[in-house]
């Protein structure tokens, strides 16, 4: 099937420093995680996808469009969802009136129609109860809910989401998950993010970044094989980095140590391996 | 651009600059002698424009950045009514201070400055004082030439009109992809 | 301390602060270039200028102070409390101000002494006035960003204080009470800087007091804000212009006699060599009737002098008064002809007759032929129509005037028949023989718009 979205030896530099580099990717069908440490150029890829970004070199084409096109970036943009990482709001709006907001700038312009869509999305984050509340008395969990909801508005094709589990409950979190796994079935949904259990939980494929550049791209459990026979659980604390586990052992990545057993390798693993190496282990 | 937009988007202005900076344009040029109408009705120029340079703090800048509404759309719906109220109380001042027409001008380039200097600013930074950078030229360029209204500020209206334009444009710069 | 230490380096590599005081500097040095250097009005110029800076410090002292505003979960949750944060910011931000304003002030006040031969006097305590103006402000933004809850506040204050000092420019309302006053009349007398300069000081301890009181209502900064206020307001209160110095005696230079006020006498040489052109081309004789040149309000010697516009005040008034002209219309008249072709020596001939001789309604677009001359300094100044002060000539006589500034052996001519051509009685018409000119006559009445 033909990609949503593709990026061929992308680039975007700030001044000196480097935030992309050569990076090709193609996302189609499903839910893709994007996964890196803080500075791994992915809210710059984001954004470069969202359109609102221009690289410095590179090629970029969703749904078969380039972005650089001012009417094609019109068209990808209006079958478009897109949270970024500080969406911001407006304290003194309800939420209804935000994301009715947000709904007449993705030019819904039948206004029983937007009522209906605001209500809907709201409906679909469990903010139907609230949409009449000020946006500044909503807690930080809500709001981070209702930056979701205007990203939902339009059943957008191509859904990009910058760290949008941050501030969620436990219960917030597996309803975003079950939306998402089922907004995925039928279209392209990107989310960056740092918690490595959404990913598993959530995507068919993963996406690695390491300044700047892509140093994995496969699925969940090729991530976690990277792991395989570098995961070690120990009686005694080992030398290097480790941590607890609940049954009371002691788990390390990389080298073996004396007396251990091997551990079950997760995408954790695999990740912290993929950028530190035998560095995050040891 | 669409006419739904124009409530939302007159409520997310910040207006309480002009709120404030308004009735103050409008009193000083009411009370003060007449001898210093000039001074009052220049004054209340820069300050309305500083003023009105916070109606361009988007506070939803980023979430709103990759809706098909472009930017420049919503940047220069803000900049017409803040410049509305701007210059409506301006007209006022100056209607009460009767005095020469020939201040419009500045007052005008004093509006664009502002925009220009706060529209570059929100472009790059966040949050509110952010649109303070407004009030930089204005006081820059007032600090230079406050001995000389005159005809001749009509002349620089038009580049900074084109300023303020370029700080308006689309977040993403239109650029060709290489093949 | 290591709060306050942190806030003052912050401070010190803020942009806006010194990108204010480079801007300073370059607009007032500019400015002064063009003007003889009096040691008065260039500090006070200066201290003016870098009420810029003061501008600056107070955003950026808003800034510093309103951080609990813009981040309050962070802050809030810290064991250093805001009072300790409000408090670094009032000792860092008027360091730092005061700083500023003194680059700003110092190389200023020396350009122009440089420059000389510099008149007037070098008052040090109004020049720190500029620096406790700077460190007030800080003060003021900090204050305003603890008790207001908007970025804007700060700029109002920085515009109400423009529109005070630009409207209010002598101090007429308010008085020493104002945190400046940034025209002087000399004729007043020296300015009470020693004692303003403690006002601002004080008024600056007591708004640093009450920003601190926002935090609670405590003993120490209500007792400071209570003292400081107590001494600042009737200190002020009692400010009066300093007793003027004893004058001087006048100096006769190229057959004229200038008086300047006590510390002008430098400028003496400089005005005698301004009206050579004139003092070389008249007969000595002429010039013995003419009135001392007092520099005082009526007496044709300015307080200041702007390089190409304060020549052809001194040329007008000198010229009227050694061709004999008295006030009212004087059009086609020879002597009329002689007075414009001496200011012509001084300051050229390039404009029309005014149109109208009353004062013009807009205050702003002077009508054609109209002049405006700085009085005390640069920010009062008087507009007369014409270059001869009370003399009513029309376009014909500017036109002759042109003519006879076209010859250059038109000084040796004026000299020989000056007698004839400065007589009231004689006409242009009947003094074009002399002058060799072929002269041309109004088409209007004297006086009329042509």
């Known amino acids: 099937m033909e990609p949503t979205l593709t990026v061929h030896d992308l680039t975007r530099r700030f001044g000196r420093r480097t935030a992309l580099e050569g990076v090709s990717l193609a996302f189609g069908r499903g839910v893709t995680g994007l996964l890196g440490p803080n500075g791994a150029g992915k809210t710059t890829l984001i954004r470069v996808l969202a359109t609102t970004l221009a690289p410095d070199a590179g090629r970029v084409a969703a749904f078969g469009l380039d972005p650089a096109d001012r009417e094609q970036r019109l068209a990808i943009r209006r079958r478009l969802g897109y949270l970024p990482q500080s969406p911001g709001a407006y304290p003194h709006f309800t939420a209804f009136e935000l994301v009715e907001y947000v709904a007449i700038l993705k030019e819904i312009d039948d206004r029983r129609a937007r009522h209906d869509e605001v209500r809907r999305v709201l409906a679909e984050v469990d903010l139907g109860d609230r949409a009449h509340t000020k946006v500044r008395r909503l807690s930080g969990g809500m709001r981070q809910r209702l930056a979701l909801a205007q990203a939902l508005l339009g059943d957008p ?68 094989a990277q792991a395989a026979g570098q995961v070690w659980l120990t009686t005694t604390p080992p030398e290097g980095t480790f941590w607890r586990t609940p049954d009371g052992r002691y788990r390390t990545l990389g080298h073996r140590p004396p007396a251990a057993v091997p551990g079950e390798p997760g995408v954790e693993d695999g990740y912290l391996l993929l950028l530190g190496g035998e560095q995050v282990a040891a | 651009m669409n006419g739904a937009l124009v409530v939302p988007l007159g409520r997310a202005i910040d207006w309480a600059p002009l709120a404030v900076a308004a009735p103050l344009a409008v009193a000083g040029a009411w009370l003060v002698p007449a001898e210093f109408g000039v001074a009052v009705v220049r004054a209340a120029g820069a300050v309305l424009a500083s003023a009105a340079a916070f109606a361009l703090v988007d506070g939803m800048a980023a979430a709103t950045a990759a809706t098909p509404v472009p930017r420049w759309v919503r940047q220069w719906a803000r900049t017409l009514m803040a410049s509305l109220v701007a210059g409506a109380a301006w007209a006022l001042a100056w209607r009460l201070a009767g005095v020469p027409g020939v201040l419009a001008g500045e007052a005008v380039v004093a509006l664009l400055l502002a925009l220009a200097g706060a529209g570059w600013a929100v472009r790059h930074v966040e949050g509110r004082a952010v649109a303070l950078a407004g009030a930089v030229p204005v006081l820059a360029c007032g600090a230079g030439t406050w001995a000389t209204p005159g005809q001749g500020w009509w002349l620089a209206a038009g580049p900074l009109v084109l300023v303020v334009a370029v700080a308006h444009r689309d977040a993403r710069p239109v650029r060709p992809s290489r093949p | 301390m290591t709060l306050t230490v942190f806030e003052l380096r912050r401070m010190l590599r803020n942009p806006l602060i010194w990108a204010a005081a480079v801007l ?58 805001a009072p300790s944060r409000t408090r670094a910011v009032l000792l860092a931000a008027p360091v730092v101000g005061a700083l500023a304003a003194a680059v700003v002030i110092v190389p200023l006040v020396l350009y122009g002494h440089l420059r000389g031969p510099a008149a007037g006097s070098l008052d040090v305590w109004e020049a720190l006035n500029g620096v406790a103006l700077a460190a007030l402000a800080a003060t003021v933004g900090a204050a305003l960003a603890r008790w207001t809850p908007w970025p804007f506040t700060p700029l109002l204050v920085i515009f109400a204080f423009l529109a005070l ?60 804000a209570a003292v400081a206020t107590a001494i600042a307001v009737p200190a002020i209160a009692q400010a009066d212009y300093l007793p003027k110095p004893p004058p001087v005696a006048c100096r006769q230079l190229d057959g004229l006699s200038f008086c300047p006020r006590a510390g002008y006498e430098p400028w003496v040489g400089r005005w005698a060599a301004a009206l050579r052109p004139i003092t070389s081309a008249v007969p000595p004789e002429a010039l013995a009737d003419m009135p001392a040149l007092r520099q005082d309000t009526f007496g044709g010697l300015p307080q200041v002098w702007l390089t190409g516009v304060t020549e052809m005040s001194v040329a007008g008034r000198v010229a009227t008064g050694v061709a004999g002209l008295e006030g009212g219309p004087a059009c086609g008249k020879a002597q009329t002809v002689v007075a414009l072709w001496l200011t012509g020596l001084v300051s050229g001939l390039e404009e029309s007759a005014p149109a109208d001789w009353t004062r013009p309604p807009d205050p702003i677009e002077k009508g054609p032929g109209w002049h405006e001359y700085p009085l005390t300094d640069s920010g009062r100044s008087s507009v007369s129509p014409g270059r001869l002060p009370g003399v009513v000539y029309d376009g014909a006589d500017l036109v002759n005037a042109r003519a006879l500034l076209a010859d250059p052996g038109a000084a040796v001519k004026v000299r020989a028949n000056w007698a004839v051509l400065t007589d009231p009685a004689t006409t242009t018409e009947q003094a074009a023989p002399l002058l060799g000119i072929a002269p041309i006559g109004g088409a209007k009445a004297c006086g009329e718009a042509e």
């Open chain 3, 24 to 81: 300073a500097i370059a607009l007032e040095g500019v400015r002064a270039a063009q003007w003889w250097p009096d040691l008065t009005v260039v500090t006070l110029r200066a201290v003016t200028a870098s009420t810029l800076v003061a501008g600056a410090v107070l955003v950026a002292a808003n800034l510093a102070a309103g951080r609990d505003r813009r981040f309050p979960e962070t802050l809030a949750a810290l064991p250093g409390r």
């Open chain 1, 157 to 224: 094709d191509l859904l990009i989401l910058d760290e949008p589990t941050v501030g969620l409950d436990p219960e917030q979190r597996m309803r975003f998950r079950a939306l998402l796994s089922r907004l995925g079935a039928s279209r392209t949904v990107l989310l960056s993010t740092h918690q490595t259990e959404d990913v598993t939980t959530l995507c068919e494929r993963v996406v690695v970044m390491r300044t700047g550049g892509v140093v994995f791209e496969g699925t969940p459990g090729e991530l976690a």
């Open chain 3, 165 to 224: 000092i630009f409207v209010n420019g002598l101090g007429e309302y308010g008085g020493w009470a104002l945190p400046w006053i940034p025209l002087h009349d000399p004729t007043l007398g020296p300015r009470p800087s020693a004692l303003h300069l403690l006002y601002l000081l004080l008024l600056a301890v007591a708004i640093g007091a009450v920003a601190l009181l926002r935090h609670g209502l405590r003993l120490v900064p209500a007792a400071v």
